[in-house]
């Protein structure tokens, strides 16, 4: 009488046994079976592909400012890239949308210090946000009476990726690797019982 043992381990013990004796072997049912796997993951991935990115250049008018919007309707990992052009250095504040309402008429406002640089010639950031909507400013700084300063160019790259779509992709390459190592191993018993049946004469 057959022992005891779960359903889903007999289920998968008499499909690789079912491999092992059949006419043509695993070698041949796997061949026809990977293109199918690798077809649902490379589509899965470029569906599951979480980032999107906002690049290219912007020109900082001399004294005035540059507002890129964010709206994230779920946690997101954003990260920002910005660089002046010529050394010159700008002040980069990134705020909610209630402050930037602020900033916009003249008011005070508060910026989030984790996101945010004085002073700088270039700078980059790594965070995760709450759902909600926020603000990257860039500035030019306050110049003493009567100096002058030029326009200056800005290059950027904006980064927003789903932390849960990210979650999402690591799953699909996790269960990916792990069919196709299951299907290694398979192909691998297959050799062995080949072998075998060959050394004991049988066909």
Do not use: C
């Not at 100096?147 to 799953?171: Q, R």
Request: aromatic fraction near 8%; charged fraction near 20%; avoid cysteine.
């Amino acid at each position: 009488m057959r022992p005891s043992v779960p359903v889903q381990t007999w289920i998968m013990e008499t499909f690789i046994i079912s491999l092992l004796q059949s006419k043509y072997g695993v070698y041949w049912t796997v061949r026809n079976i990977l293109p199918v796997i690798a077809s649902a993951l490379l589509i899965s991935i470029v569906l599951f592909t979480p980032a999107s990115a906002n690049t290219g250049e912007v020109l900082l008018s001399s004294g005035g400012s540059h507002s890129w919007s964010i709206e994230l309707d779920r946690e997101t990992r954003v990260s920002y890239e910005v660089e002046a052009e010529d050394g010159q250095t700008i002040n980069l504040f990134l705020m909610s949308a209630a402050d930037h309402q602020r900033f916009e008429t003249g008011e005070a406002f508060t910026y989030m210090p984790d996101g945010s640089f004085i002073h700088v010639r270039a700078a980059s950031a790594d965070m995760v946000l709450l759902p909600g909507d926020y603000y990257l400013v860039a500035m030019a700084p306050d110049v003493a009476d009567g100096a002058s300063m030029k326009d200056i160019l800005l290059s950027f790259n904006i980064s927003v990726e789903s932390t849960s779509a990210s979650e999402g992709l690591k799953l699909i390459m996790g269960v990916g690797a792990a069919i196709i190592l299951g299907l290694v191993g398979v192909i691998g018993l297959d050799v062995l019982y080949r072998n075998r049946r060959k050394g004991e004469g049988r066909p």
